[in-house]
């Protein structure tokens, strides 16, 4: 099976400073990673995307940092604004699901103070 | 495009009566997926289509029922509702491998109180 974990479940932040939220898998066979944001009273919001086959990804302000040797995704959120805080999962596909199984974390609440 | 929509935002119910949560998508996805949110607890898929006419179960099946007699449209419902079932429920969907990537696209969910 497959276990997603996060190191941290709330993390606070500056206005400006920027963000860094961590990701476990446990399944080597895993293959593709995405990072989805939850605002309060919405649904997860696609953020990034990355594959097994690269180790970073970078976005508009975002990054995505995938370390395989020790099964760790990260989440760099750059000069972090308020209305980034928000609840943000990792999801992990896994090679084989043909219908496209998501696994997701439990989250990680950010805060962004003025 | 609206994208994904659920109906109803919010429900109360009391235990033992019943329910159909309505998700529609216009995006022409093949993929259509239920899932629970509970605090702490991430989200946990209940059953998926892979498309119209099919469904299976997926890791919280019990004591929901679904059905995809169209395309665009995937039904969850609950016979007896218990407070276990006290939730918020998301609807997804996704195209074909083919026609996009693997990302899902998520409705804004279900707020579903069981009393």
């Known amino acids: 099976g497959e276990n997603v974990g996060l190191h941290l479940p709330t993390l606070s932040v500056q206005e400006g400073d920027n963000s860094i939220i961590n990701c476990a898998y446990s399944n080597s066979a895993s293959d593709y990673f995405i990072w989805y944001k939850q605002e309060s009273g919405k649904g997860p919001q696609f953020i990034i995307d990355i594959r097994s086959n690269m180790d970073k990804r970078q976005g508009q302000r975002v990054t995505v940092l995938l370390n395989k040797t020790v099964k760790h995704l990260s989440l760099q959120i750059a000069a972090t604004q308020p209305g980034d805080s928000a609840v943000y999962f990792c999801?992990?596909?896994?090679?084989?699901?043909?219908?496209?199984?998501?696994?997701f974390g439990q989250g990680t609440i950010l805060t962004v103070h003025p | 495009n609206a994208g994904v929509t659920q109906t109803p935002k919010f429900r109360v119910l009391k235990t033992g009566q019943s329910m159909t949560l309505l998700c529609a998508q216009d995006?022409?996805?093949?993929?259509m997926y239920w899932y629970r949110q509970d605090p702490g607890m991430g989200l946990r898929l209940i059953h998926y289509?892979?498309?119209?006419?099919?469904?299976a179960k997926g890791e919280v099946p019990d004591g929901y029922n679904v059905s995809r007699l169209k395309k665009q449209n995937f039904l969850l419902g609950l016979e007896s509702a218990a407070p276990s079932q006290t939730s918020v429920y998301f609807c997804?969907?996704?195209?074909?491998?083919?026609?996009?990537?693997?990302?899902?696209?998520f409705g804004p969910g279900t707020r579903l109180t069981v009393l």
């Open positions: 289509s892979v498309g119209e006419g099919t469904t």
């Open positions: 997804a969907s996704k195209p074909n491998l083919g026609r996009g990537g693997l990302e899902q696209f």
């Open positions: 999801a992990v596909l896994t090679s084989g699901t043909s219908y496209g199984k998501l696994t």
């Open positions: 995006m022409n996805h093949e993929y």
